[in-house]
């Protein structure tokens, strides 16, 4: 699933190439990419009609598409396969295309919805005063959010109780971050992912927090992460972040700190990646 930096990239080609357009039209061609929009296909699409869409948004890994002048916006959830593309008219319709936008100006592209699973979908929702679609507003600001707030961060993380890995992966302390990123942060980090979070203290909360950064804002640099043709930008480009992974999809190769071989371990019905030598576990209290 992508998270923060594929997002992202996706963010800033639809700013792009969609921002202050307006929908002519909109054509849902497979019901289950509208599921979460409750009210159905045909009242999505003539919910879209005429509006234009404004500075697309995100907060970790969710995407909306603002309608000015209202206070609605679409919700993107990409999901495992989820594509949004700006494609010129002529394009021959891809596949597993499930939603097509139609613009009302002379540019000649719209904007598609592909998902080869159809585990993702675009919905309309209100927005909250915060200007954020009210089914995410529950989500917390993710590390490249200017207002994160590093020292709630930390206080949250010593009051939660679980460990470190759990944490970065839970929407509620901090978004955005997902298996790939909280492996290769904490690689970084010199930490393992069972650390437990009340034995962390403030200069290591802020060091991993840098961590967290340095790689998102790295993959951003290079248009994300992608290990097969279902994540791309909104031109159908793949991103090549996987080439600079450190720990990640690393099993048996050596560590690019100490050539200890990389182990991987099954977690929480996904994998942790982790070099033993520079990531000791934490000790077993009897």
Same mark, same amino acid.
């Given at each position: 699933?992508p998270e923060?930096?594929?997002?992202?990239?996706?963010?800033?080609?639809?700013e792009?190439?969609?921002?202050h357009?307006?929908?002519?039209?909109?054509?849902?061609l497979?019901?289950?990419?509208?599921?979460?929009?409750?009210a159905?296909?045909?009242?999505f699409?003539?919910?879209?009609?005429?509006?234009?869409?404004?500075?697309?948004?995100? @907060?970790?890994? +969710?995407?909306?598409?603002?309608?000015?002048d =209202?206070?609605?916006?679409? #919700?993107?959830? %990409? &999901?495992?396969s989820?594509q949004?593309?700006?494609?010129?008219?002529?394009a021959?319709?891809?596949?597993?295309?499930?939603?097509?936008?139609?613009?009302?100006d002379?540019?000649?592209?719209?904007?598609?919805?592909?998902d080869?699973?159809?585990?993702?979908?675009?919905?309309?929702?209100?927005?909250t005063?915060?200007?954020?679609?009210?089914?995410?507003a529950?989500?917390a600001?993710?590390?490249l959010?200017?207002?994160?707030?590093?020292?709630?961060f930390?206080?949250?993380?010593?009051?939660?109780?679980?460990?470190?890995k759990?944490?970065?992966?839970?929407q509620?302390?901090?978004?955005?971050?997902?298996?790939?990123?909280?492996?290769?942060?904490?690689?970084?980090? @010199?930490?393992? +992912?069972?650390?437990p979070?009340a034995?962390? =203290?403030?200069?290591?909360? #802020?060091?991993? %927090? &840098?961590?967290?950064?340095?790689?998102?804002?790295?993959?951003?640099a290079?248009?994300?992460?992608?290990f097969?043709s279902?994540?791309?930008?909104?031109n159908?480009?793949?991103?090549?972040f996987?080439?600079?992974?450190?720990?990640?999809?690393?099993?048996?190769?050596p560590?690019?700190?100490?050539?200890?071989?990389?182990?991987?371990r099954?977690?929480?019905?996904?994998?942790?990646?982790?070099?033993?030598?520079?990531?000791?576990?934490?000790?077993?209290?009897?």
């Amino acid at each position: 699933m992508p998270e923060l930096p594929e997002v992202e990239v996706v963010r800033r080609g639809l700013e792009r190439w969609a921002a202050h357009r307006t929908v002519a039209d909109a054509e849902v061609l497979h019901p289950r990419a509208v599921r979460r929009h409750l009210a159905g296909a045909d009242d999505f699409a003539q919910r879209l009609k005429g509006h234009r869409i404004g500075v697309p948004s995100r @907060r970790g890994k +969710y995407l909306w598409l603002p309608l000015e002048d =209202t206070d609605q916006a679409v #919700l993107a959830h %990409l &999901g495992m396969s989820g594509q949004l593309l700006v494609q010129p008219h002529e394009a021959p319709d891809e596949k597993h295309l499930r939603i097509r936008v139609r613009f009302a100006d002379a540019l000649g592209t719209e904007l598609r919805f592909v998902d080869q699973r159809t585990f993702g979908g675009l919905s309309l929702h209100d927005t909250t005063a915060d200007g954020l679609p009210d089914v995410i507003a529950h989500i917390a600001r993710d590390p490249l959010d200017p207002l994160f707030d590093d020292e709630a961060f930390h206080r949250a993380l010593r009051r939660k109780r679980t460990t470190i890995k759990r944490a970065l992966l839970d929407q509620s302390l901090i978004s955005g971050v997902g298996n790939i990123y909280a492996d290769e942060a904490l690689w970084r980090s @010199r930490l393992h +992912y069972d650390r437990p979070t009340a034995t962390f =203290t403030r200069p290591r909360t #802020l060091q991993l %927090l &840098g961590h967290v950064r340095d790689v998102m804002n790295a993959a951003l640099a290079v248009g994300g992460t992608s290990f097969d043709s279902l994540y791309v930008n909104v031109n159908g480009e793949s991103g090549y972040f996987d080439r600079s992974l450190d720990a990640y999809g690393r099993e048996g190769l050596p560590c690019r700190r100490c050539a200890t071989p990389m182990r991987r371990r099954p977690w929480m019905n996904r994998s942790s990646y982790y070099c033993p030598k520079c990531q000791r576990p934490p000790r077993v209290t009897p």
